[in-house]
Every structure is written in structure tokens, then in C-alpha cells.
């Protein structure tokens, strides 16, 4: 089976082929084709792959190329992990952000919005490639913002584009841990879109231990999501929201955060892994390494601003390992070898959520067969979670729009619709910065 990793010179790639060489299973991946754009980036984080893969028997062939059409010729699944711009297009998204007072994060508010238009064009030329050059491959979307970018996806591709993210899992395995369950026999009931959900019950053998842990205070500061939104608010939503929320919940704190920090996260990763990307080729030295230590420090430093305002510490060391390549080869799995499972997943919402339409892309558990992912039957999400769902799908929409028709005055009106910004005046100032950053934007008329 072979598995192409768009992206395939991204700094996680790593994590996703240590994974397969974990999966000794009938119907594995045996070939791994990895396509970027840049071919110093490809090198380097194939001699990691190649340390990995010494003295593991049967380990996936790992293959490299520049030419996307190749790569993506004859693929089972396809995986995207792109970056459109790289990670200087991260940074200066966050700085021309900042400059106006409002958040620059790079899935969530003008920061999201810039990464969109910039990433959804590519993403809509990779989905017309794969129905031409590979129309029964699987595509995995990792790429930013993932359910915008798989929605996206989804108009060329319908169900066999599905997206992924980390953070419901790890989300999940902490609110586990402070009931002291094994992830493993609980149910995550996580409803939302990507990085804008909440879990709103844990359920084990049919019984929801959430409000046991709402009702303990001391059990729901123990836990980095407690630490961050405290105790009370999260007691006041009567769910746990995935940190992402803390943007929009804690918005003045995390923008003065960013503003006064010494480099914004953009700014330090494309420095650090700048790095890394000139210690893996250097001869002589273990590139694997290199990406090992690197990736210790990226894992510790993860939203650090936001740790910051509101005094939560340091992350605890179980948090420190991602979770997305464990996604990626459960859902690889269950289609490939009809291993029947139920994972959180980006896909369309069908009848899901009532106040959204059937194609809008939202995030949930799914029951995954060789049939795809389907998502599961599900209450309504109160009030207050519906309309900030609805108004952040509203922004995607708006998006979508621009990045299909190429108007400017449509790329206005996603900022301006954002909740993150405040006035339409500083949506066109933002359009007027991120179009002078970013060549990827010129289509902007």
C-alpha cells in the first residue's frame, strides 16, 4: 500500500513514519513517496526517516520527489501537511496581526483567516490532481486550518477527503486521566469545529464521568485545560473546551501576551527549525538526532503565551508526545482493513448539527469502516457554542468565496465577520498587510 505525504519536508513527518514502522499488520503501508517543494527540506528529513528505519525489518520504502503529479500518481492515501508561504509566512502573519492589536495565531482569528487565503487555492489544486491521477486514493487533511482546508477539499473530493487534528485527542486523554479512566474504554462525546470544540461528556460503560470532574475542583485544576480557563469558567460552561478557546475566551490577556513576548511562535519556530534543517545535512552528525531535540523543544514551548496569562506552568510530560500520527494510521486502518473504530474527525456535517448545512465541515466522533468516516448522531450544543460555530463557519464561508472568485472586497468581509476583529477598518488594513507580505496573495483583486 503506498501512502504519499504532502509536505513530505515537513519537521512531523517523522513522527507519522515512526508510527508505520510500529504497524506490523497484514495490509500495511510498504511505500512511502514524500513530495515539498523544496528539496534541501525533503534531504534532510529523509536521512531522519532513514536513521529511523535502520535494523527495523520490512521497514516502508521511502521515496522523495519535487513533482507533485508523480507523487501523487498510483497513491492508496494521500496525506497533506502543507504550508503554504512556510514558516515565514507564520511569522509575518502573526506580526501584521499584532501590529493592528488583534491575534495573529495561525488557525484562529486574522492569523486564520491569512493562512486561508493563502493555503486554499493549493488545496483546491491538489484536490483536482487526486480525482485525475489517483480518484480511489484517501486523503488525510492535516494541513491549516484543517477543517476550513478540508472543507475546501470536500467540493472536489466529497467523502474521501477527511481531516485530522491532535488536539480532541490529547483533549480527551487528559480529561481521562484526572477521572483517572483509561482513554481506551472512554467515549469523548467532542463537538465543534477544529480548534473550536468542547467536550461535553466522557462516558464510560455508558455512564458520563464528566460531572464528577466538574464537581471537583481541585481534580479540574490538575489538568492543563483546568490550569488554563480555570476552574470556574470551566464549571460555568459545564463543559471543557479545547485550548484553542482560550483565544476567544481570554482574548485581551493572549493578545498582550503575544505583544509583549520576545518573539511571536511563528518567529521562534522558523528559527529553530532553520536549525534543525542545517544540523540534519550537516555530514557526519545523526540528523535523527537533531529532530529529536528539536522536537523536545517545540513540544515544551507549545502555546506558551497562553500558559503564561494565565499562570498555568509548564506542560506535564505526558503532553509532550503529539497524537495526529496516531490518528493518521488508526484512520489509515480502519478504511483500509475495514477495522471498524471511532475516531474524532473533520468531515461533513451531513445532519449532524442542525443550525449548519450538510456540506460545512465540523469536527466529531465518526465511526470509520472501508466506507470512510461517518459522523455519529449527537445533542445540540447550547446556545452559546452555536452561535460562535456559526459565525466562525460564516468566516470560512467568506473565505472559500474570496479564494474562489478572487475578490478583495470578499476577503474583507471574512476579517471584518470575525469575532477576533473589531472594526472593518482594521479588516481592510489587515488585507492591506498580508497582501504586501505574501506573494501568495496576489490573486486578490
Not at 500500500?1 to 504497524?23: K, N, W
Not at 509583549?260 to 529553530?272: K, P, S, V
Not at 474524532?344 to 450538510?358: F, K
Not at 473565505?399 to 472593518?424: I, M
Request: some cysteine.
Amino acid at each position: 500500500m503506498r501512502l504519499t505525504i504532502l509536505g513530505g519536508g515537513g519537521f512531523r513527518v517523522p513522527l507519522v513514519y515512526g508510527a508505520l514502522l510500529g504497524d506490523r499488520g497484514e495490509g500495511r503501508v510498504t511505500e512511502v513517496v514524500l513530495h515539498d517543494v523544496d528539496a534541501g527540506r525533503l534531504e534532510a528529513v529523509t536521512r531522519v526517516l532513514a536513521e529511523q528505519a535502520d535494523r527495523v525489518p520490512d521497514a516502508p520504502v521511502v521515496r522523495a520527489t519535487t513533482d507533485l503529479d508523480d507523487a501523487l500518481r498510483g497513491a492508496d492515501f494521500v496525506f497533506s501537511a502543507i504550508r503554504v508561504g512556510g514558516l515565514r509566512g507564520r511569522a509575518e502573519d502573526e506580526r501584521v496581526a499584532l501590529d493592528e492589536g488583534v491575534l495573529g495565531q495561525e488557525t484562529v482569528g486574522a492569523g486564520g483567516v491569512a493562512y486561508g487565503l493563502r493555503t486554499v487555492p493549493v488545496a483546491v489544486d491538489i484536490a483536482r490532481r487526486v480525482t485525475r491521477l489517483a480518484p480511489d486514493a484517501w486523503v488525510i487533511n492535516f494541513t491549516n486550518p484543517a477543517g476550513l482546508v478540508t472543507e475546501a477539499m470536500s467540493r472536489y473530493l466529497g467523502d474521501r477527503v477527511i481531516g485530522i487534528c491532535d488536539s480532541p485527542v490529547g483533549l480527551g486523554r487528559r480529561v481521562a486521566r484526572a477521572l483517572g479512566a483509561d482513554t481506551r474504554e472512554a467515549f469523548v462525546d467532542y463537538v465543534g469545529l477544529n480548534h473550536l470544540g468542547w467536550v461535553r461528556g466522557l462516558r464510560i460503560a455508558g455512564r458520563d464521568e464528566l460531572p464528577r470532574l466538574l464537581a471537583d475542583v481541585d481534580r479540574l485544576g490538575s489538568f492543563e485545560e483546568g490550569r488554563l480557563f480555570g476552574p470556574e469558567w470551566l464549571r460555568s460552561l459545564g463543559a471543557i473546551p479545547n485550548e484553542y478557546l482560550h483565544y476567544y475566551y481570554f482574548n485581551r490577556e493572549t493578545v498582550r501576551a503575544y505583544q509583549e513576548a520576545e518573539r511571536t511562535r511563528g518567529a521562534f519556530l522558523r528559527d529553530q527549525q532553520s536549525r534543525f534543517y542545517t544540523d540534519a545535512l550537516r555530514p557526519g552528525g545523526s540528523a535523527l538526532r537533531a529532530w529529536e531535540d528539536t522536537r523536545a523543544e517545540r513540544e515544551a514551548t507549545y502555546m506558551a503565551e497562553n500558559r503564561e496569562s494565565a499562570g498555568a506552568g509548564e506542560r506535564e510530560e505526558e503532553d509532550l508526545s503529539g497524537g495526529y500520527e496516531q490518528v493518521a494510521l488508526a484512520l489509515m486502518r480502519a478504511i483500509a482493513r475495514d477495522e471498524r473504530t471511532t475516531l474524532i474527525l473533520n468531515v461533513r456535517n451531513r445532519s449532524t448539527l442542525a443550525a449548519l448545512d450538510a456540506d460545512a465541515v465540523i469536527e466529531v466522533p465518526c465511526l470509520v469502516g472501508a466506507d470512510g468516516a461517518h459522523p455519529l448522531a449527537t445533542d445540540p450544543l447550547p446556545g452559546h457554542a452555536t452561535g460562535l460555530v456559526c459565525a466562525v463557519k460564516a468566516v470560512e464561508r467568506e473565505v472559500l468565496a474570496a479564494a474562489e472568485s478572487g475578490s478583495r472586497e470578499t476577503a474583507v468581509k471574512a476579517f471584518a465577520l470575525h469575532p477576533l476583529v473589531d472594526s472593518v477598518n482594521v479588516a481592510r488594513r489587515l488585507v492591506d498587510g498580508y497582501t504586501a507580505a505574501h506573494p501568495e496573495l496576489a490573486y486578490l483583486k
